[in-house]
Structures are given as C-alpha cells and as structure tokens.
C-alpha cells in the first residue's frame, strides 16, 4: 500500500456540510496519507511539505466522497416478479401480504436456500452497488424470522466484507414480518425471536443496530418498543421503517430511543416534523420503493428543509417494494419524483448516509482527518450523478489511498 499520495488535476465535491455548492473546488488537489485525507483544497495553495509525494493525475474528472447505501436487503432467497404482476393487475401491497405472499414467501425462499445460494445472490446485486461507486452497504436481516436463520442471514451479510472491498453493516430485522408458525401471536414472537435472537446475535457481535417494521401490516409501536428496550441495554442503536404506510408514529418512537434514522416516511405528519428534528436523526428517502409501489404520497420534504432534518437516500434493494440495485437511479428518482436537488441527493448518499450509519467524520466528506474512500466519475458536474439514467459513468474507487 503506498502510504503517501497526491492526487491532482480534478474537481472535487467535498460535500463539506458548511460549504455550499457541494463544496466544490475546480482545480483540486488531495494529500492522503496512511489511509486517511492529510490535506484537500485548490491545487494553487498545496502545501510545499506535500509536493514531493506520489503524485496521481485524474484527468480532469469529477471525484467525490465514495458513496454509501444506507438501508439494504441485500441477502434473500428468490424474487418476487409474480407479486409485481399482481400489483400490476390490481391487488395493493397490504392485499398480497395479508394474502399469505409479500414478505413471507421470501421468507420461504431465504429458509430453503443455502448459505452459498443466498451469498452468491447476494454478491450480483452488491456488485451492481460497487459498479456505482459504492464503499459502504447497510444490509438488513428479516427474510429467516427464525433465530438460526436470521442469524445465517446476518453470517451472510458480513461475510460478503471479506469477498469485496466494501464496509458492511448489519442491522437486526426480525420483527420485520410475523412468520406462519406465530400467527395471531406478535407478542410471543417478539419475545421468543426478535428479543431472545438479538441477544444471541449480538452476543456473537454480528449486530451493528436494531431496526423493525412499525406498520399495521407489521408490528405496532408497543411491540417495537419493547425491542428498542432490548437494544438499549445491549448498547445498540435503533432505526425504523416508519410510516411507509400509515402513520404509527414510529419516527417520533426513533426520537424516543435517540435513533439513528426513521426511514420511508411517507406518511409522517407534518406536524411532527419538528419534534423528530429536535432528536438530530437523520430521514432516509426510499425512493425506489415509492416508484415500485407507484406511491402517490410524498414524504415533507419540505418541512425537513426547513427544520433542518438531514436527509439521506437508499436503495431499499429488496425483493418485493423495491428491487433496485442502482444508488444512482434511487438518487434520480429521489430528484424526479421528490423534487430533492442534485446536491441533496448527492449528500443523501454520502455525508447524511454516513451519518444515518453513525460513521459520520470517517465517510461521506472529504475533509482532514477523514478516511480516504473517494469515487472518480466520467463526468465534470456532481449534479450530472442524479441527471444520467443508465450504464454508470462511474470511473475508479480510491479504498485507503489506493486506486481500484
Ligand atoms: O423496506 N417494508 C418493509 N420492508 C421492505 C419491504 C420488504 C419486502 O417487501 O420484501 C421495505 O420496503
Ligand atoms: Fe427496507
């Protein structure tokens, strides 16, 4: 590894968060310097200490912080194509699921697949996500809601870390869908599977936050709750599918638990926008799964601009409301069809990302001090990342200072 570089000739999106702009420096320059950024700003101003490093050209291209997606479900058995035709002949995503499909026959297909069906699987659709630019992947348990197979399916997940040059988080989905064997009875399968597999899971150190699905289709507040509880005392911190449906109320529960994001959110209410700003964490856009649900409402963008609510933008990639292993095209449509600006977007995927990861310092900026994951595009604007549809104009990663 070469401990000392210096790269030059490009544009640089420091996506700084207290410079407009994208922080954008037309003719910059970067130190990196054991793995982490030593010096960034206009190639004029380059320190003499530094001018005698390995010097790398970009050619002019675009660099930005690598990007990161945020809110995952990446590992899972089979696909949901069928369900897709039936939304398409009419029947509504609370419809199918209540029917005994949606999420459960994934859970069928994740169950009988083998550790290396669903690995294998799983690296395509990561591989999409690296061909983007991608250095850190938030992937999700929920498609086993036993404790052996959703413990398998966070083994999975983290396994995939030593396969490619990635990060990988893993989050403890169990409460995410009542399994047949507990039907009509929520409250023991919180206790016997999402609780007593949490304190497995993390005993084994494969939990990196603890997540739920707060719906009328999935679990109420209370019954979250108690988890959120389960993962205080482990020290783990929480997130929530909030409000993708209706409006439980669970961003507010987030707050609560001094969450790291409430993500969907659809249906929150603008009144309580100002209360969950006050809890600092971050809203995570799906937008893939508002356009494969062809939703028609849109979270308050509006209101979280103006109370100051960090935005961040995922692809949801899961088989059933949003099977899209594109953070470009989640980051287009989070432009097209929720009017966030190209900056937001970019932002979303890198600065306010990291953040809903708690990783924030590390990843999303290029600033001092943080680690050198930085993503060189084709392109000569940062806006064009969320204008372009189709084959990426991704060029190179740069992991640690060296260039893959
Ligand atoms: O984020 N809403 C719950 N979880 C997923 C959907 C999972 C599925 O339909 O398989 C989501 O949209
Ligand atoms: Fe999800």
């Known amino acids: 590894?070469?401990?000392?570089?210096?790269?030059?000739?490009?544009?640089?999106?420091?996506?700084?968060?207290?410079?407009p702009e994208?922080?954008?420096?037309?003719?910059?320059a970067i130190v990196v310097r054991n793995g982490r950024i030593a010096w960034v700003g206009d190639a004029q101003g380059l320190p003499?200490?530094?001018?005698?490093?390995?010097?790398?050209?970009?050619?002019?291209r675009l660099i930005t912080p690598a990007l990161i997606d945020c809110h995952t479900h990446l590992v899972f058995g089979g696909n949901r194509a069928s369900e897709f035709e039936m939304r398409l002949n009419g029947a509504s995503y609370e419809e199918i699921s209540k029917a005994g499909s949606g999420i459960v026959s994934t859970v069928r297909a994740t169950r009988l697949a083998s550790d290396k069906e669903l690995l294998q699987s799983a690296i395509t659709r990561l591989d999409d996500l690296i061909s983007e630019g991608v250095a850190v992947v938030e992937i999700k348990s929920g498609y086993g809601?036993?404790?052996?197979?959703?413990?398998?399916?966070?083994?999975?997940?983290?396994?995939?870390?030593?396969?490619?040059?990635?990060?990988?988080?893993?989050?403890?989905?169990?409460?995410?869908?009542?399994?047949?064997?507990?039907?009509?009875?929520?409250d023991d399968y919180i206790n016997e599977v999402a609780i007593l597999g949490l304190q497995q899971a993390a005993e084994e150190g494969l939990v990196d936050a603890v997540d739920g699905f707060c719906e009328t289709i999935g679990f109420s507040p209370a019954q979250i709750e108690r988890l959120f509880e389960v993962a205080h005392s482990l020290g783990l911190p929480v997130k929530l599918h909030a409000e993708q449906l209706s409006d439980q109320k669970g961003a507010l529960l987030v707050g609560k638990y001094a969450g790291l994001s409430a993500d969907h959110l659809e249906y929150l209410s603008v009144d309580d926008v100002p209360?969950?700003?006050?809890?600092?964490?971050?809203?995570v856009m799906l937008p893939g799964a508002?356009?494969?649900?062809r939703e028609s409402k849109i979270p308050p963008i509006n209101v979280f601009r103006s109370t100051g609510v960090e935005m961040a933008i995922a692809t949801d990639c899961n088989p059933g409301s949003s099977p899209i292993s594109s953070i470009l095209t989640a980051m287009n449509i989070a432009c097209t069809q929720f009017s966030m600006t190209p900056e937001e977007a970019l932002a979303g995927t890198t600065r306010c990302a990291a953040q809903a990861l708690g990783l924030q310092g590390d990843y999303g900026v290029i600033e001092d001090g943080a680690?050198?994951?930085?993503?060189?595009?084709?392109?000569?604007?940062?806006?064009?990342?969320?204008?372009w549809v189709g084959p990426s104009k991704f060029h190179k990663r740069i992991s640690h200072g060296e260039t893959s």
């Open 275 to 283: 209360k969950f700003a006050e809890s600092g964490a971050v809203a």
């Open 22 to 28: 994208y922080g954008l420096i037309e003719n910059g």
């Open 145 to 186: 809601l036993t404790i052996a197979d959703e413990i398998r399916m966070l083994r999975v997940a983290r396994k995939l870390e030593s396969l490619r040059p990635v990060k990988i988080l893993t989050t403890w989905l169990a409460a995410h869908a009542l399994p047949v064997e507990y039907e009509d009875k929520p």
């Open 48 to 60: 003499a200490q530094y001018s005698n490093y390995s010097n790398e050209s970009l050619g002019q």
């Open 371 to 387: 680690l050198a994951e930085l993503a060189v595009w084709n392109v000569q604007h940062p806006a064009e990342l969320s204008y």
């Open 290 to 293: 508002f356009y494969t649900l």
């Open 1 to 19: 590894m070469q401990r000392e570089v210096l790269y030059t000739e490009c544009r640089v999106a420091t996506m700084h968060s207290g410079k």
